[in-house]
């Protein structure tokens, strides 16, 4: 039976990072996830590297609400990577916010 979880919010973005830019941009990505995983209300933050196009990455994050989301945009560490990825870029990149006002968890049977 579908039941219903308290509403988040999910940032979802991809950027193409410079070449010669990559090892700085991972290194300040690899330490604003570790932070960000260790706040209340994160409830995921990760990245990845598409496997065929170098340099083009994709984000996740999800909040348990707005008030969380803006409470880590405040933070030191989320402020410091805001105002360097701008040099990390190859291209504009591109995010989306998107609010959940429900989400409905269903369970899938195993074939037998």
Do not use: K
Not at 66 to 90: I, S
């Amino acid at each position: 039976m579908p039941s219903t979880a308290a509403p988040s919010v999910v940032l979802t973005a991809e950027a193409r990072i410079r070449a010669d830019r990559r090892a700085e941009f991972l290194a300040a990505a690899t330490a604003l996830r570790t932070a960000s995983r260790a706040e209340d209300g994160v409830i995921a933050f990760g990245f990845y590297e598409d496997p065929t196009e170098p340099g083009l990455f994709f984000f996740r994050e999800e909040y348990r609400d707005q008030d969380a989301m803006d409470r880590h945009m405040a933070l030191p560490h989320a402020q410091e990577y805001v105002r360097a990825q701008g040099g990390w870029l190859a291209e504009p990149a591109t995010a989306r916010l998107s609010a959940t006002e429900t989400v409905r968890e269903f369970h899938i049977q195993p074939l037998t």
